[in-house]
């Protein structure tokens, strides 16, 4: 064979038919083995390694707009599926054999693939964009027959080149010859949902979810948007129907792929169209969804379904109408109950062991993080209204969420990380009703405070230590694992330290982000249990049967080596953290570290909140502190005497830092938008260091 090809007359005895003026109708079968020939050598070859002989093929299929004659020749052709049994299996005029005829699309579909994803030839835009029109109309035509096998294979290939040719689809969709197509294909699959092959449905939704999301992420335009919403409510009603039949097990992951893909689908179209809600009530997709959610909880292979549907009531859930009509349907308790026989402290085990390795599949501990997540925001929209379902939740859920705040200071893994900040964020909310909570659930308001304390322990001790938390990034350390337990921390520094200071890598950079986002919200948690700063300010009397002490009267910087207890020394080893990180953004690189990257703006806003909460928390507790009754004078003559000279050194520092401003165009990734470090920043920076002033002096004096 390799002989045949090397020969400079092969290539072009082989296009011969291909590359004449004039296609023949008559021999579809030789025009798909020629064509699929092409595209398999290229796939084997690569572009780099192609034959010069048939490099010159692809120079003349370009010259000649061969592709755009090709196309013009199978998309004309009439198919007809020869299982419907009609006896008339002709495709054509010239009545060619149909396997021959759909061997020659398939082998189109083959040879098209190949040229998005290898380019062996250029193609114009022009092309591009007449080829993907004939496809659109060859897959309408196909429509009206509803020839199965075509219809699967045309959707199959236009939703694979519209991922590789974006641009000319986006001018294809907006152009106005086109009236809208894709809408009208989803419209008609809707309407026959029941005669149309679920895979073609599966297709079909497929590309109208990927045309949605363009038109949020790109300049296309879909007028009629909101008339995408009636066939998606259509179709999930008529795709609910076979979930709810007795299912053959071997069949089950096949059957949910539709409705997953149709849930995925409505869920875009609710974030893009403004009225969507009177839609879906008139087709009741609430309690569709509903008990689609209920079933697939039941099911050991529906997961992903329900991951889906809980992450479209979560976009649900930001509007105060769908949150309560959610509500109202009473389906809290029974998933409640469904969820509770999660494995938090395998799953957890489970991760660890697989550091490093290939994505696990979705488990039932995901779903219950993306149901914790939707609570949450429901708990953020309605209030009051939803407050049972919660006592509810948490009472079911509270050793679940105990585990997940414990085990994170244990192991610092990303995911970790982010399973603690959405159950922080969910105690937040919460504790915005902390005097009903106390009322109604008290031991899981107490477990859950020690935890956040814990937690906040935990992460200021790893946060004030930069080269551990690197060390235990990139070597996959755990904390209670027995290398890292023999290991001094100071030696382990002292040698980190002593090497060559490089950039921090990304995954180091990103835990340390997730660890100050998860500080923000843990000291947010606290502050709520804290007086507010105008009755600290006032000189009034505390009320202590409301407020209590929650920072240990103890100034001994955080250790990893310990689980705690919340003090006075850890907020301080937090406030001087953030005041470090802030004015080491400001500092003039060396020249020998001009890759260094200084933090960026995010990092320096979430750095200032995490450094007025702090200070607020301190005086809070400490006014609590002084003047408590209990409290013995010796802890307070401690809190007086070490938080003054901490605070004022403190203060120093930062009024320093705020007169100076950035030292060089270096210390600020974008100037313009940052007016925040400048000396112009200073009426909105330096009356909250003013405050702090002079409560530190009315406190201390």
């Known amino acids: 064979m390799e002989a045949l090809k090397s020969d400079t007359q092969f290539w072009n005895l082989i296009c011969s038919s291909l590359m004449s003026d004039q296609l023949s109708h008559d021999n579809p079968g030789i025009n798909a083995y020629i064509i699929r020939t092409l595209a398999l050598e290229v796939f084997y070859s690569g572009k780099s390694r192609l034959n010069e002989n048939l490099k010159s093929i692809f120079q003349e299929i370009h010259s000649k707009d061969s592709l755009l004659k090709w196309s013009k020749h199978i998309h004309c052709s009439k198919f007809m599926d020869n299982e419907q049994g009609d006896g008339d299996n002709s495709l054509d ?22 040229i998005a994803v290898y380019e062996p030839l ?33 959707s199959e290939l236009f939703l694979m080149l519209s991922r590789h040719w974006q641009r000319e689809l986006i001018s294809l969709l907006n152009s106005d010859e086109m009236k809208n197509p894709i809408f009208q294909i989803l419209n008609e699959v809707a309407y026959n949902a029941e005669t149309i092959h679920p895979r073609e449905q599966l297709v079909v939704v497929s590309i109208a979810v990927f045309i949605v999301r363009l038109q949020s992420e790109t300049d296309l335009k879909i007028k009629n948007i909101k008339e995408w919403v009636v066939p998606c409510c259509q179709l999930l009603k008529k795709a609910s129907i076979l979930i709810h039949q007795p299912l053959d097990p071997k069949n089950i992951e096949g059957i949910l792929k539709l409705p997953i893909v149709i849930v995925s689908l409505l869920n875009e179209l609710i974030q893009v169209v403004k009225d969507w809600l009177p839609i879906i009530k008139n087709y009741s997709v609430i309690p569709l969804l509903v008990s689609l959610l209920i079933k697939s909880l039941k099911l050991n292979v529906g997961l992903q379904l329900a991951h889906s549907i809980i992450t479209l009531f979560l976009s649900m859930g930001s509007d105060k109408k769908a949150a309560e009509a959610l509500c109202n349907t ?25 550091l490093g390795t290939q994505k696990p599949k979705l488990s039932r501990v995901d779903v219950y993080f993306a149901f914790l997540r939707f609570v949450t925001a429901l708990l953020q929209t309605i ?10 939740f948490i009472g079911v859920h509270q050793e679940a969420m105990h585990i997940t705040l414990v085990e994170m200071k244990n192991s610092f893994l990303r995911e970790g990380i982010q399973d603690a900040i959405l159950t922080c964020t969910f105690i937040l909310q919460l504790s915005s009703h902390q005097h009903i909570w106390r009322l109604e659930h008290p031991r899981s308001l107490e477990m859950l405070l020690v935890d956040v304390c814990n937690c906040i322990y935990g992460t200021v001790a790893i946060s004030c230590k930069p080269e551990l938390l690197k060390y235990l990034v990139m070597h996959k350390k755990m904390l209670d694992s027995k290398p890292l337990k023999s290991l001094e921390t100071e030696s382990l520094l002292k040698r980190t330290t002593s090497e060559d200071d490089s950039q921090t890598p990304a995954e180091v950079e990103e835990i340390q982000q997730k660890l100050y986002e998860l500080l923000a919200v843990t000291l947010t948690i606290l502050i709520k249990y804290c007086p507010e700063m105008y009755e600290t300010m006032s000189g009034h009397t505390i009320d202590y049967a409301q407020w209590q002490l929650l920072l240990h009267v103890s100034f001994s910087i955080p250790s990893l080596d310990r689980d705690g207890p919340l003090c006075f020394g850890t907020i301080l080893a937090c406030v001087n953290m953030c005041l470090k990180l802030l004015v080491k953004n400001e500092k003039t690189p060396s020249p020998r570290k001009t890759t260094d990257n200084p933090p960026t703006l995010v990092n320096r806003h979430l750095l200032m909140y995490i450094l007025e909460i702090s200070l607020a928390i301190l005086l809070s507790q400490s006014t609590i502190a002084l003047t408590h009754p209990s409290l013995p004078a010796r802890d307070k003559q ?9 605070l ?39 009356p909250f260091m003013k405050l702090i002033s002079n409560l530190v002096d009315k406190l201390f004096k």
Not at 122 to 135: E, F, G
Not at 674 to 679: K, L, T, Y
């Open 93 to 114: 005029v010239s009545s060619v054999d149909f396997q021959d005829s759909f061997a020659l699309l398939t082998a189109w579909r083959d040879f098209l693939l190949i």
């Open 122 to 154: 250029s193609v114009s835009s022009d092309c591009k964009k007449q080829i993907l029109k004939d496809i659109l109309e060859h897959l309408q035509e196909e429509m009206k027959s509803n020839n199965s096998r075509a219809l699967i294979l045309l």
């Open 330 to 354: 009473g389906f809290m308790p029974e998933v409640t109950l469904i969820l509770s026989d999660i494995d938090m402290a395998a799953y957890i085990s489970e991760k660890r062991k697989n």
């Open 383 to 392: 209030g009051n209204y939803f407050l049972q379902d919660c006592w509810n």
């Open 638 to 646: 401690v809190v007086r005497r070490e938080l003054a000279a901490e």
């Open 648 to 686: 004022n050194s403190m203060n120093i520092t930062m009024n320093r830092y705020l007169r100076r401003g950035p030292l060089s165009p270096a210390g600020i990734s974008t100037p313009s938008i940052s007016p925040g470090i400048s000396s112009r920043s200073h009426p909105t920076e330096f």
